[in-house]
C-alpha cells in the first residue's frame, strides 16, 4: 500500500465514511465506521500531516479541532463546491469520495477551522439574532392582541415598552384579568425587553440586570421558556 496523503470524509451523526488515496490519486483505503471509532481508524491507517477533509456542517469544526490535534492538515469544504464531484448514484461513501476529489483541485476555497473561542462568540451570536427575531415576532404580537381591546400603541419598540407597563396599570382599559395574568403574556413581553434595561422593565418586576445577563448569557443549556416560568 502506497502512503495516504489525501483523505475525504463523510461525517454524520452516527456512521463515518472515509474514502483515501495516495499522491498519484488511487484509491489505498475506504471503510465505514461508527462515531466512536473513526478517528482511530484514521490516527491508525493515515500517516500524520496527511490532508483530510470534510464537508462544512453540523460538528465539521469540531472534528477538525481534534483531527488537529492528531497532526492532521484539516480542510473544510462548501457542500455547493463538493457538489460537482459527486458520481451518479449518490451516497455516502460516493460523497466521500467527492469531497477527496474536491479537495485535490488547486483553485479549491475552503472554510477556516474555527476555534473553541471563536465558536462561543458565533453561537453567542446566532442565539442572539434568533432571539431578536422573536423579540420583534412577540411585539407585533402583542400589538395585535391588544388591538382586539381597544389599545394601540405609537410605532416602535421602545414606544411599546413604554406603554405595556401604563396598559397593565390601568384597570380601567378593558383588559381582563386573564390575560394579564397569562404566563404566556407574560413570556412575550419578557421577549421585549430582553435587550433592553428600560424604566419600564423595572416597573415589570424585570430589572435591567437580569436582562442584560440573559442577553449575554443567552447560550444557557436551559431555554428560555423553562427559565422565565421558574422566574414568573
Not at 465505514?32 to 477533509?53: C, F
Not at 400589538?143 to 394601540?152: I, K
Amino acid at each position: 500500500m502506497s502512503q495516504i496523503t489525501r483523505v475525504g470524509v463523510d461525517i454524520a451523526k452516527s456512521v463515518f465514511h472515509v474514502h483515501a488515496v495516495d499522491r498519484f490519486g488511487e484509491r489505498q483505503w475506504k471503510g465505514k465506521y461508527s462515531r466512536t471509532k473513526w478517528l482511530n481508524a484514521i490516527t491508525d491507517k493515515v500517516p500524520q500531516g496527511a490532508e483530510v477533509a470534510m464537508e462544512a456542517c453540523g460538528s465539521s469544526h469540531y472534528w477538525g479541532r481534534e483531527l488537529q490535534k492528531r497532526g492532521y492538515k484539516v480542510k473544510i469544504i462548501h457542500a455547493q463546491f463538493v457538489k460537482p464531484y459527486v458520481k451518479s448514484n449518490k451516497n455516502d461513501a460516493i460523497d466521500a469520495e467527492a469531497i477527496c476529489e474536491a479537495m485535490s483541485r488547486p483553485n479549491m476555497r475552503f472554510v477556516c477551522v474555527k476555534s473553541n473561542r471563536q465558536q462561543d462568540i458565533q453561537s453567542m451570536h446566532r442565539i442572539r439574532d434568533k432571539l431578536m427575531v422573536q423579540k420583534s415576532s412577540k411585539a407585533n404580537q402583542i400589538r395585535g392582541l391588544v388591538s382586539e381591546y381597544g389599545l394601540v400603541a405609537p410605532v416602535g419598540i421602545n414606544k411599546l415598552r413604554e406603554a405595556i407597563p401604563l396598559w397593565l396599570e390601568d384597570v380601567e382599559n378593558g383588559l381582563s384579568a386573564l390575560f394579564r395574568s397569562s404566563r404566556q403574556i407574560h413570556l412575550a413581553i419578557y421577549l421585549c425587553f430582553i435587550f433592553h434595561g428600560s424604566k419600564s422593565s423595572t416597573s415589570l418586576g424585570l430589572s435591567a440586570k437580569p436582562c442584560r445577563q440573559l442577553a449575554i448569557y443567552s447560550c444557557t443549556t436551559r431555554s428560555l421558556a423553562f427559565a422565565v416560568s421558574m422566574r414568573l
